[in-house]
């Protein structure tokens, strides 16, 4: 147990609908990054939360937001949802961003767009 | 980040070691290398990182190599539970973000 948790396990809905993934982050850290695990790409990261503010940006679509709040937990918004938006979806936490920082994984969200 | 290039498989018999390569030629001088692992569709779980040095935990150890261009991940006894994915990567340091290339899926056989 890594001690990164996130809500739900498992979601199921429809093309065209909206869903906020949640994650709260180990006690004490203050980064909180998100991934997406889609089958025929790999682990590829989204985007990166410090202490509330964005960090760091990677390949997150503009139908998708996320933010990190005062009690440092996490939500990743999808809109307007496509079949291609199936996939894993992983929160990571770490201490802050500073040298060798390690990254703990959370259990995911599997997301199954219908 | 540096790019990384691992073996797509591996095999290797219950209680014997692992030796698990990795190549990071473009590696800069303040990136660590880091393994993390996958089983089926778990999250994945950090195992041991590194900059310069050689690293050993209750998990595993890892060898760099001095031009710091390659690394082996070494499981000492492996076991049918260290079946998984097992990616290695290179980071910037005080960079938040990991980027995962497609690992080495290790079989451990009885």
């Known amino acids: 147990d890594s001690g990164v948790t996130q809500t739900p396990k498992h979601l199921i809905t429809a093309t065209g609908q909206r869903v906020t993934l949640r994650c709260s982050p180990r006690s004490g850290d203050l980064s909180v990054y998100w991934y997406q695990q889609s089958l025929d790409q790999g682990l590829q990261f989204l985007i990166q939360y410090y202490n509330g503010e964005e960090r760091a940006k990677g390949n997150i679509l503009e139908r998708f937001s996320a933010q990190q709040f005062p009690d440092l937990h996490s939500e990743l918004n999808l809109s307007s949802l496509e079949l291609g938006d199936s996939a894993l979806y992983f929160c990571?936490?770490?201490?802050?961003?500073?040298?060798?920082?390690?990254?703990?994984f959370g259990p995911g969200t599997r997301l199954t767009v219908l | 980040d540096a790019k990384t290039t691992q073996p797509p498989s591996m095999d290797c018999a219950e209680g014997r070691a692992a030796n698990l390569p990795c190549n990071h030629s473009?590696?800069?001088?303040?990136?660590?290398v880091y393994w993390y692992r996958q089983i089926h569709s778990q999250g994945p779980q950090y195992i041991i990182h590194?900059?310069?040095n050689n690293e050993t935990n209750e998990m595993a150890s890892l060898i760099i190599t001095e031009d710091r261009k390659s690394s082996t991940l070494i499981l000492p006894h492996a076991t049918l539970r260290d079946t998984a994915v097992y990616y290695c990567?290179?980071?910037?340091?005080?960079?938040?973000?990991?980027?995962f290339g497609d690992g080495t899926t290790l079989t451990v056989k009885p």
């Open positions: 473009t590696i800069s001088g303040n990136e660590y």
């Open positions: 590194g900059l310069k």
């Open positions: 990571a936490s770490s201490v802050g961003p500073r040298e060798g920082d390690t990254q703990y």
């Open positions: 990567i290179v980071r910037v340091a005080n960079a938040g973000k990991s980027t």
